[in-house]
């Protein structure tokens, strides 16, 4: 059984026919498919066998390999990403209504638990993959032909990697932002230097909003005109939030720029937003925009 396992394996790396003239001795002698014949199991020669299939003995099995492996890691990633996002967002299909309904399944205190466990985790994996890059690279200069080649690839590469370390140190400062723990644990050396960068504006917060607005209720301004100064009716906005009874409508790639600055000028005094008083006074002169 040694031997006609060596054929196959042997085979796999010169002549395809090999490979399934070695499967059907295999399958004659029992070992495939998986089963247990006279107590013993076959699985762990049914298994290698299917990996010497699947990665061929040659010039471009290690690529093979890769690529595999690769396809199974982003493999990995998505369906992670679905199942979370279907699990703790409450995503399910209502056939009746015929539409998708969503529901936040966890909390607050759940949140930032995750936060705790993910934050520092991704930190970690960003220095293992800026670590590798850096490793590569200077290997990459470290074998190029010539010494003055060789050197001055040499001192590109330390130049570079001492600004790419730089620079994710600093980021990890508005990266932690989000949890305290990890932002605490921060040396003070990384907090000083982005201090110093902070006014160049190199590194910010991650996302279009860190922090969103409106989380416990969110301000509207609500804008109404009356003929009589006794009735009064509320000026409907084509895209601001209003009317509880209609559904928000899709204004991408436009950007409504009315709509979008009344958002800001609810949350503050309407001393923040010297334009709404000028908007005010041109409704009550009844005079279009210019």
Known sequence: RVV?????????????????VGYL??????????????????????FAFLLFLLF?????????LQAWIIGLTELAVF?????????????????EKRMIETKTVFTFHEFTRWLKIVTP??????????SWEIFTSLLSSLMVKGFI????????WALFAVAAAAMFAVSLVPYTFIEYE????????IRRLYDMVDRYQLVNSYGLFRRMTGVGGRPEVVVEG?????????IEFMYKPGNLSLAPPLVAPHQPRLDWQMWFAALGDHTHSPWFTSFIHRLLQGKKSG
């Open 4 to 20: 006609y396992l060596w054929l196959v394996c042997s085979g796999t790396g010169t002549c395809g026919w090999c490979v399934w």
């Open 25 to 46: 001795w295999l399958v004659c002698l029992g070992w495939v498919p998986v089963m247990c014949v006279q107590g013993e199991s076959n699985w762990p020669v049914t």
């Open 56 to 64: 061929p003995i040659g010039p471009g099995w290690s690529r093979t």
């Open 79 to 95: 369906v992670t990403l679905v199942y979370g996002t279907i699990h703790y967002f409450g995503l399910r299909v209502n056939w």
């Open 121 to 130: 985790l991704t930190m970690w994996i960003g220095v293992l993959s800026l």
């Open 149 to 156: 080649a060789k050197l001055w690839a040499t001192s590109q």
């Open 182 to 189: 990890a932002s605490s644990n921060l040396r003070p050396e």
């Open 226 to 234: 009356s003929y009589d100064s006794q009735r009064w009716t509320e």
